[in-house]
């Protein structure tokens, strides 16, 4: 056994986390995809089923009562709370994350007021929410403007109404610093709209604590909701009684079942909510959430970092000097969840890895990424990965 095997063996047997790998349904395959979407926990299947055999086929329409289906999008966003630092009632889970975007930019907007009339997004974005940002800017009568993270400080203005972050980029793993964008963007009188999509459930977020005034993002990456489970949307307590949103559908009325013709939203959170929700889906990110029961975000993030430290040696040990070269931060304070490798034949290479029980994603044109979900992985599924890719770069 390799020096690496062996320190991999050590660190997996002083993982405190290691058992909540038994929670997921996993095999031999080293699965460094769940920053795009998270395995599936065990117990969900069960749970599942009875939704759809009991709650649906027996209770039919009292399930919006018994089972709780009426309440589900503010009860989830309740437990999805703690995982992204906000105190309960400022989360609703609904919708898309693109959807999503859409309601926090138009709304951020609003609360900026008249005299504000530049948007900034994000040029780094995933896509998606830079489309959705041109169209929200387009119509409400405001200019879009694509800057890099970095250059948010010098950009922002007194005519900065809203600015849209993601908080990890997608392809390189980079952390943006969120209290300090955060701040500055507070500084000049406009307002943060952050993108957790590749931060929740991967490291500490801290809504609250940094004054963030609307978020995003989605389920079933690091969260390990399920394909096209719903996304969330936090909106700041202080700003709840401001928040108009573009899409006031009867789900956010302050009395849905008066069935008034003239709209009156629903006081808090509530208001980020549309149409009924997307129960199915919904009720199985609620029973996935059930992993984090006993789990710290402090702990998956320690954990994490330790998972990409490791891989970066690995990759270092196993891997010509050259051949590969990682656009992912060293330094913890900048560093997602992910390792980014970048090489010309990233797209066959990945292909060759993913025969080989390796799978990861490739993005284009360069870029092999590997995520790294601290819940289920361990240190020598790491250094196995690190060796095949190692093997197959040669
Ligand atoms: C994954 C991801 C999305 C996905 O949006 P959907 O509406 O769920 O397709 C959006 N934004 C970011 C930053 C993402 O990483």
Request: hydrophobic share 45%; aromatic share 8%; glycine share 10%.
């Amino acid at each position: 056994m390799s020096e690496l095997a062996l320190l991999a063996e050590k660190l997996d047997a002083e993982d405190a986390l290691a058992p909540v790998k038994g929670r997921f349904v996993l095999d031999d395959v080293v699965y460094l995809d769940g920053n795009s979407l998270g395995a599936l926990p065990a117990h969900v299947p069960d749970r599942v089923a009875d939704v759809v055999r009991r709650q649906w086929g027996e209770l039919r329409i009292r399930s919006w009562e018994e089972s709780g289906w009426w309440t589900a999008p503010e009860r989830i966003g309740d437990r999805i709370a703690p995982l992204v630092g906000a105190a309960p009632g400022q989360i609703v889970v609904g919708d898309s994350t693109s959807v999503n975007v859409f309601k926090a930019v138009v709304a951020a907007v609003r609360m900026a007021g008249e005299g504000r009339t530049e948007i900034l997004v994000d040029a780094t974005t995933f896509p998606t929410d830079g489309y959705i940002a041109e169209s929200a800017a387009r119509l409400t009568g405001r200019t879009l403007r694509a800057v890099t993270p970095a250059e948010v400080p010098a950009a922002l203005g007194g005519r900065t109404a809203a600015v849209l972050l993601n908080h990890v980029d997608y392809r390189t793993g980079r952390l943006h610093d969120l209290p300090a964008l955060t701040a500055a963007i507070h500084a000049s009188g406009a307002l943060a709209v952050w993108d957790l999509c590749h931060s929740a459930g991967a490291l500490p977020v801290g809504l609250d604590e940094h004054g963030v005034d609307l978020a995003i993002g989605c389920t079933y990456k690091f969260l390990n909701g399920g394909p096209g489970a719903p996304a969330y949307l936090y909106v700041r307590a202080e700003h709840q009684p401001r928040f108009d949103s573009p899409l006031p559908g009867w789900n956010s009325h302050s009395a849905p079942f008066d069935m008034s013709p003239s709209y009156a939203p629903a006081p808090g959170a509530l208001r980020g909510r549309v149409g009924t929700p997307d129960i199915l889906s919904m009720l199985a990110l609620e029973a996935a959430l059930e992993v984090w029961d006993d789990v710290s975000v402090t702990a998956a993030r320690a954990k994490s970092l330790a998972l990409t430290d490791f891989f970066l040696r690995c990759v270092r040990a196993y891997t010509e000097p050259g051949r590969v070269e990682s656009v992912t931060p060293e330094r913890h304070e900048e560093r997602g969840s992910q390792v980014a490798l970048r090489c010309a034949d990233a797209g066959e290479v990945m292909k060759r890895l993913i025969s080989r029980g390796v799978v990861g994603d490739f993005r284009y044109p360069d870029v092999l990424r590997f995520g790294f979900t601290p819940l289920y992985l361990g240190f020598a599924e790491t250094e196995r990965a690190a060796r095949i890719l190692g093997e197959e770069l040669t």
